[in-house]
C-alpha cells in the first residue's frame, strides 16, 4: 500500500513495491495524479515498480518521466538496487551521478538513505 509521510518537513509519496509498472511514458500520469492529491513535494518509487526499460536511458522512458516531474515541480527518488543496470551502463552511471549531486532526482540504494539524504537537506539530521 502506497504511505503519505514526512520527512524533515517533506511531503513524501513512498509508492508500494507492488503496483503499475513504469512501462510507457503515459504510465507516470497515474504517479504525478497520486502525487498532485496528496500535494506531495517528493515520490519515493521502488525499483520494482520500474519496467525492464526504464533504466535504459536510449529509451527515453526515464527521461520523459522524470522531465515530467521537474516540470511539475515534484523531486522523485528511485529506491532500491541498481547495480545490475549500472554494471551495464556508463550512461547510466554517469546519469545517476550527476542527479544525485542535485535537488531533483536521486537514486538511493533503500529507504534509510533517502531519509538520511532529506534530513541533511531540511538541516534537521
Known amino acids: 500500500m502506497d504511505e503519505l509521510i514526512e520527512i524533515g518537513g517533506t511531503r513524501v509519496l513512498c509508492y508500494a513495491k507492488e503496483g503499475l509498472v513504469l512501462a510507457r511514458e503515459a504510465d507516470i500520469n497515474d504517479l504525478l495524479g497520486a502525487a498532485f492529491s496528496s500535494e506531495v513535494d517528493l515520490l519515493a518509487i521502488p525499483v520494482e515498480r520500474l519496467g525492464p526499460d526504464f533504466l535504459k536511458l536510449s529509451t527515453g522512458l526515464a527521461g520523459a518521466a522524470f522531465q515530467k516531474m521537474v516540470n511539475y ?4 527518488a528511485i529506491v532500491g538496487d541498481i547495480a545490475e543496470a549500472l554494471a551495464h551502463s556508463g550512461p547510466l552511471r554517469d546519469f545517476v551521478r ?3 549531486k542535485g535537488n531533483s532526482i536521486w537514486f538511493v540504494p533503500d ?5 538520511e539524504k532529506l534530513l541533511r537537506r ?4
Open 98 to 100: 550527476e542527479t544525485n
Open 122 to 125: 531540511t538541516g534537521a539530521a
Open 73 to 76: 515541480h515534484l523531486k522523485c
Open 111 to 115: 529507504f534509510e538513505t533517502l531519509r
